[in-house]
């Protein structure tokens, strides 16, 4: 079992950043591939990011391709996610998860075990 906090969420003007953390607690998140999900009011869940177990590879939605970071510390059971030069379009609430996988990260919610409670992003034009 895996338990996931996420935080960093807020409110932010257009072209802003934020960097949203993901906590982990109970097995180690270094056994895990780690995601960032969103998902707007009235449509489904997105892939936004993920990240291999141990951090070498890396895989982004070509919405925000060349704007957000994934990176992970395994260290202190942390992931995050660096938004840079936010959109209007990128408010939703943001989910971390969690996927006992050490092959490719993988884009599917559907392949992840574990998910935190999600953060709210807004991005005001």
């Known amino acids: 079992q895996v338990q996931l906090v996420e935080s960093g969420g807020g409110l932010v003007q257009a072209g802003g950043s934020l960097r949203l953390s993901c906590a982990a607690s109970g097995r180690a998140v270094s056994d895990y591939a780690m995601g960032w999900f969103r998902q707007a009011p009235g449509k489904e869940r997105d892939f936004v990011a993920t990240i291999s177990w141990n951090g070498i590879n890396t895989y982004y939605a070509d919405s925000v391709k060349g704007r957000f970071t994934i990176s992970r510390d395994n260290a202190k059971n942390t992931v995050y996610l660096q938004m840079n030069s936010l959109k209007p379009e990128d408010t939703a609430v943001y989910y971390c998860?969690?996927?006992?996988?050490?092959?490719?990260?993988?884009?599917?919610?559907?392949?992840?075990?574990?998910w935190g409670q999600g953060t709210q992003v807004t991005v005001s034009s």
């Open positions: 998860a969690a996927d006992l996988w050490t092959g490719n990260p993988r884009n599917s919610p559907y392949e992840y075990d574990y």
